[in-house]
């Protein structure tokens, strides 16, 4: 598995918010980002910007998201993304509490 991220933060707030975001890089067919889910105090985003992926999970059934989809998730909202295509990107926006750690 080769999956690279490179880690982006904002230095602007918005209230008491921080805004963290990742880009996540899969250079291989199957190459998976196992399921997870986050907790009631994160807002995630995400954005396929190049390639395609099977995204899962028991809350949301499975489906392929391709370069330009976009899923807004619910809080709690297990996923995992496996990438269909070699280079896929993935583009990660977290909007957290001030002084929550990644």
């Given at each position: 598995?080769?999956?690279?991220?490179?880690?982006i933060t904002s230095d602007t707030f918005q209230g008491p918010?921080?805004?963290?975001?990742?880009?996540?890089?899969?250079?291989?067919?199957?190459?998976?980002?196992?399921?997870?889910?986050?907790?009631?105090?994160?807002?995630?985003?995400?954005?396929?910007?190049?390639?395609?992926?099977?995204?899962?999970?028991?809350?949301?059934?499975?489906?392929?998201?391709?370069?330009?989809?976009?899923?807004?998730?619910?809080?709690?909202?297990?996923?995992?993304?496996?990438?269909?295509?070699?280079?896929?990107?993935l583009g990660q926006l977290l909007k957290q509490p001030f002084?929550t750690k990644p």
């Amino acid at each position: 598995m080769a999956i690279r991220t490179k880690f982006i933060t904002s230095d602007t707030f918005q209230g008491p918010h921080v805004f963290r975001g990742t880009i996540l890089i899969f250079e291989n067919i199957g190459d998976t980002l196992g399921m997870h889910k986050h907790g009631p105090d994160t807002i995630h985003i995400t954005v396929v910007t190049r390639g395609s992926f099977r995204v899962h999970g028991p809350e949301i059934g499975e489906h392929i998201l391709k370069a330009g989809d976009w899923v807004d998730w619910s809080v709690g909202a297990s996923h995992e993304f496996i990438a269909q295509e070699p280079d896929s990107h993935l583009g990660q926006l977290l909007k957290q509490p001030f002084g929550t750690k990644p």
